[in-house]
């Protein structure tokens, strides 16, 4: 079976782990401060803030930003849930903006139209590693007085325009989940300039301390501390990131050739000043056939993934929240998305299968 997804840990990761463990210092430390300034330095940010998951990255950032009861936050609706369960966890309240359906990604054309008195953030995703349009909305955000949170969680080394995602925006998340470019085994980051957002977020992710051990407790805070022994894997893997994303974008261009003569499918777009870091690779499939191709290339042993199967609006839980939104590009992209094996441990081989399999199916 060819897996959808594989995160790539050598001996250096395993060796640094075991450094870790027989230190006896397994909590926040050195490490987590050292791989902070490595990533800050890679993002090109001044600040970097390591925390436990990529969700409570998310809801610290919004927290750092003042997001509370009574507030509305601009959003997509086509990205994993934590993107806008994070603004739930604040008691505001996600406001849903339709996708440009040739990135997937929030369509800033449509943003002017649901703000209100109530907005007060955008949380921009940029899905698959794929960057969204920064510099509207970063226009529309200084228009409106808005800050812009960048959920970057699957877009580690993306650009825009020449400046790394994470970079641009006010505050910015990052994921180290497994299926992640790089990995912490679970593990977030936050990044950003700002000196009393960056000081807040610290804060947050400690119990409202500013330092381990300080008791001295200023806001209400969380226990969203990264460990040493995540922070020892990360430093090796940030080593690797770029060769890691290079051999996802070779397979990402492999992929669109090999399939480009497959009328019944529309591949990824790789678009001039940006760089998609293939976080997935995810083709439309047309005329209602995804489902039998899923079941197709399953028995031909490659596995495939529905990113996303619906629109955050049409989960369960946001429908008892009261959401009825029809936001038609969201739930077209919601029946047609596939995500292909793109993983940097993937062979010509195995790709050129993936290519016959898709091809032989349509």
Do not use: W
């Not at 075991?18 to 987590?32: A, F, M, P, R």
């Not at 390591?50 to 003042?66: D, K, M, Y």
């Not at 002017?112 to 590693?129: D, F, M, R, S």
């Amino acid at each position: 079976m060819i897996p959808i997804s594989k995160p790539l840990i050598g001996e250096e990761e395993i060796l640094e782990v075991k450094k870790i463990l027989t230190s006896g210092h397994l909590v926040q430390g050195d490490k987590v401060e050292k791989f902070e300034s490595e990533f800050s330095k890679y993002i090109g940010v001044k600040y970097a803030v390591a925390t436990c998951n990529g969700t409570t990255a998310l809801h610290t950032a919004l927290l750092a930003c003042g997001i509370t009861e009574g507030h509305e936050v601009i959003t997509t609706p086509f990205s994993f849930i934590a993107s806008s369960n994070s603004i739930l966890f604040c008691r505001a309240k996600p406001v849903f903006v339709d996708i440009d359906p040739e990135t997937f990604n929030i369509n800033p054309d449509l943003i002017e139209e649901k703000i209100t008195e109530k907005t007060k953030a955008i949380v921009v995703v940029h899905l698959y590693g794929m960057p969204a349009e920064m510099d509207k909305i970063m226009k529309i955000a200084k228009k409106y007085n808005l800050l812009v949170i960048e959920d970057a969680c699957q877009a580690h080394g993306a650009e825009y325009k020449g400046k790394k995602v994470g970079s641009i925006g006010h505050i910015a998340c990052f994921s180290f989940y497994p299926t992640k470019n790089i990995t912490t085994g679970e593990g977030g980051m936050i990044t950003t300039n700002d000196d009393k957002l960056y000081e807040k977020a610290r804060m947050i992710r400690n119990h409202g301390q500013r330092f381990i051990g300080e008791y001295s407790h200023r806001i209400l805070g969380y226990n969203y501390r990264m460990t040493e022994i995540q922070a020892a894997i990360g430093l090796v893997q940030l080593r690797k990131l770029e060769s890691f994303i290079e051999k996802r974008i070779e397979h990402a261009r492999y992929l669109n050739n090999g399939l480009m003569d497959v009328s019944e499918i529309i591949t990824p777009k790789i678009r001039e000043n940006i760089r998609h870091v293939f976080h997935q690779y995810t083709i439309r499939v047309l005329d209602g056939k995804r489902d039998y191709v899923i079941k197709q290339m399953e028995r031909n042993g490659i596995q495939t993934r529905v990113y996303y199967p619906l629109p955050i609006y049409k989960q369960p839980l946001y429908k008892n929240l009261g959401y009825r939104e029809e936001l038609p590009e969201a739930e077209r992209a919601s029946r047609e998305v596939l995500s292909l094996p793109v993983h940097p441990s993937l062979s010509k081989e195995e790709l050129n299968e993936i290519i016959h399999s898709l091809k032989t199916t349509l």
